[in-house]
């Protein structure tokens, strides 16, 4: 995505406790969309497409916003290609992105944003926006051809992210545990967005929004506590690749 323009918004969950589907995030959803009025939407990462699609377009609906579901058309690139704006819906990564390789559309997709296409990427949709599935916890169900994603950012999402419990006694590796595992092998910093957070990417611009923090992972460097309005174009790595 260097030297392109990018408006990219990516959420960590759908649904947040005591509100309902995409409630929480609504009006962030509808200030990043503008004057945007039909929108392109991704159901691959759940198995009943059909059903997935129809709950989307009624809540987006509800929003002003016209939504058709790019399993429905013949022609896929095409509708990428002609999109006023593309939303990933969540749900398992490795099916979603196995999807995307089926259907020829990471080339599609990434040309649709460079042009300046507003993309929602919403849990699995915000992990494919980066460089590769590698910090989802859902269980290869599918296998990819590759975990090479979308790459329209530099950084890594590992969503519903959950700070260690100091009063459980489950023995298991914590999401920190296995991000530092991640690093081990791989240089992309990664953001661990709790559930409300979101990023909002305008260029070079990476602003948290929504209710709730967010933990920033870099090699080499001891996390980071970021909160609601904090710039981390810097933290990520997106200044550079703008």
């Given at each position: 995505?260097?030297?392109?323009?990018?408006?990219?918004?990516?959420?960590?969950?759908?649904t947040?406790?005591?509100?309902g589907y995409l409630?929480?995030?609504?009006?962030?959803?509808?200030?990043?969309?503008?004057?945007?009025?039909s929108?392109?939407?991704v159901p691959?990462?759940?198995?009943?497409?059909?059903?997935?699609?129809?709950?989307?377009?009624?809540?987006?609906?509800?929003?002003g916003f016209a939504?058709?579901?790019?399993?429905?058309?013949?022609?896929?690139p095409?509708?990428v290609g002609d999109?006023?704006?593309?939303f990933?819906g969540g749900?398992?990564?490795f099916?979603?992105?196995k999807?995307l390789?089926?259907?020829?559309?990471?080339?599609?997709i990434r040309?649709?944003?460079?042009?300046?296409?507003?993309?929602?990427?919403?849990s699995a949709?915000?992990i494919?926006?980066?460089p590769s599935?590698?910090?989802?916890?859902?269980m290869?169900?599918?296998?990819?051809?590759?975990f090479?994603?979308?790459?329209?950012?530099?950084?890594?999402?590992?969503p519903h992210?959950?700070?260690?419990?100091p009063h459980?006694?489950?023995?298991?590796?914590?999401q920190?545990?296995?991000?530092l595992q991640?690093?081990?092998e791989?240089?992309?910093?990664?953001a661990?967005?709790?559930e409300?957070?979101?990023?909002?990417?305008?260029n070079?611009?990476?602003?948290?929004?929504g209710?709730?923090?967010a933990?920033i992972?870099?090699r080499?460097h001891?996390?980071?506590?970021t909160?609601?309005g904090?710039e981390l174009?810097?933290?990520?790595?997106?200044?550079?690749?703008a």
């Amino acid at each position: 995505m260097q030297g392109q323009a990018r408006r990219i918004l990516l959420i960590s969950n759908s649904t947040l406790y005591g509100s309902g589907y995409l409630d929480h995030c609504a009006e962030q959803i509808r200030g990043f969309l503008g004057g945007v009025r039909s929108v392109l939407f991704v159901p691959f990462a759940l198995y009943d497409r059909s059903a997935y699609a129809a709950k989307a377009r009624e809540r987006l609906g509800a929003m002003g916003f016209a939504l058709e579901s790019v399993h429905d058309v013949a022609n896929m690139p095409r509708a990428v290609g002609d999109a006023d704006a593309i939303f990933i819906g969540g749900g398992n990564t490795f099916r979603l992105l196995k999807s995307l390789y089926d259907c020829d559309l990471l080339d599609a997709i990434r040309r649709r944003v460079a042009q300046g296409a507003p993309f929602i990427g919403l849990s699995a949709g915000s992990i494919v926006a980066g460089p590769s599935l590698k910090t989802t916890k859902d269980m290869p169900v599918v296998e990819p051809p590759s975990f090479a994603a979308l790459h329209l950012v530099p950084f890594q999402i590992s969503p519903h992210y959950l700070d260690p419990d100091p009063h459980s006694r489950h023995m298991g590796e914590t999401q920190e545990e296995r991000i530092l595992q991640f690093l081990e092998e791989n240089d992309a910093p990664v953001a661990g967005l709790r559930e409300g957070a979101m990023l909002r990417i305008e260029n070079s611009s990476v602003r948290l929004k929504g209710t709730s923090g967010a933990r920033i992972f870099r090699r080499g460097h001891a996390p980071v506590e970021t909160l609601p309005g904090d710039e981390l174009g810097s933290l990520l790595g997106a200044e550079v690749a703008a």
